[in-house]
């Protein structure tokens, strides 16, 4: 057996001083609120999202639909979940089938602090603003419910994403690693 370890930024943001107003969206996409019965649509995009991705191998259960569902549900069912920084990306193709293309889901930490627990865009809807849409929308939903500081926690390669952090605002503020086990064909 071997154990890879996965360097981890946790990343941080002022929701006091900043304004999160969501930019507009490209045409034909829209943000979609909540709601229990868009469960599986979460779950579906999560995967879609994150099965090629670095952090299916930092946590397999994003790799596979049925981990990401279990993952969804327990985000959910949690008492301190967030449903005002829970949303779903949608786009409408122009013969007007709609398809979800990301996801961002939160809960309160138990020092009142907003935690970002996955976001995802799946791959042909990247780099037009859809990921940054998604968090500013997750920011204002946590500014909506009065708290004062927000945090995520990034996979060091991921670049793309501590780039997208950083542009917003988040700052590095510890650094950890991640036991893998049989993950070593990856790195
Ligand atoms: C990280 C992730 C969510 C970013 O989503 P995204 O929709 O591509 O993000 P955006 O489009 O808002 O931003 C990406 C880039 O596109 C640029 N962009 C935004 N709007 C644009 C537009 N209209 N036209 C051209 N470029 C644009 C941004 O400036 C940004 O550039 P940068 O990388 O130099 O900062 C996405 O890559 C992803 O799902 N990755 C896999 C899952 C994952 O790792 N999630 C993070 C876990 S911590």
């Known amino acids: 057996m071997s154990v890879t370890y996965f360097k981890r930024f946790r990343m941080e943001i002022d929701l006091v001083r900043g304004r999160f107003a969501a930019p507009e969206l490209p045409a034909g996409y829209a943000l979609v609120a909540w709601s229990p019965d868009l469960l599986a649509i979460h779950a579906e995009v999560k995967h879609a999202s994150f099965r090629e991705e670095i952090d299916a191998h930092v946590f397999p259960c994003l790799g596979n639909f049925s981990g990401c569902l279990r993952l969804m549900d327990e985000i959910c069912r949690k008492a301190r979940f967030l449903p005002?920084?829970?949303?779903?990306?949608?786009?409408?193709?122009?013969?007007?089938?709609?398809?979800?293309?990301?996801?961002?889901?939160?809960?309160?930490?138990?020092?009142?602090?907003?935690?970002?627990?996955?976001?995802?865009?799946?791959?042909?809807?990247?780099?037009c603003g859809i990921g940054t849409a998604l968090l500013l929308k997750a920011l204002a939903?946590?500014?909506?419910?009065?708290?004062?500081?927000?945090?995520?926690?990034?996979?060091?390669?991921?670049?793309?994403?501590?780039?997208?952090?950083?542009?917003?605002?988040?700052?590095?503020?510890?650094?950890?690693?991640?036991?893998?086990?049989?993950?070593?064909?990856?790195?």
């Not at 961002?104 to 995802?120: R, T, W």
């Not at 945090?151 to 917003?168: H, K, M, P, S």
């Open 84 to 127: 005002d920084a829970t949303w779903l990306a949608a786009f409408r193709h122009p013969n007007g089938e709609r398809e979800y293309c990301g996801t961002i889901s939160a809960v309160l930490d138990p020092a009142n602090h907003g935690a970002i627990q996955n976001i995802g865009v799946t791959p042909a809807h990247r780099g």
């Open 141 to 187: 939903g946590f500014q909506l419910s009065g708290l004062r500081r927000a945090y995520l926690e990034v996979t060091a390669q991921n670049v793309d994403a501590v780039r997208l952090y950083q542009r917003i605002g988040f700052r590095r503020t510890r650094t950890s690693y991640k036991a893998v086990e049989n993950a070593a064909s990856l790195v």
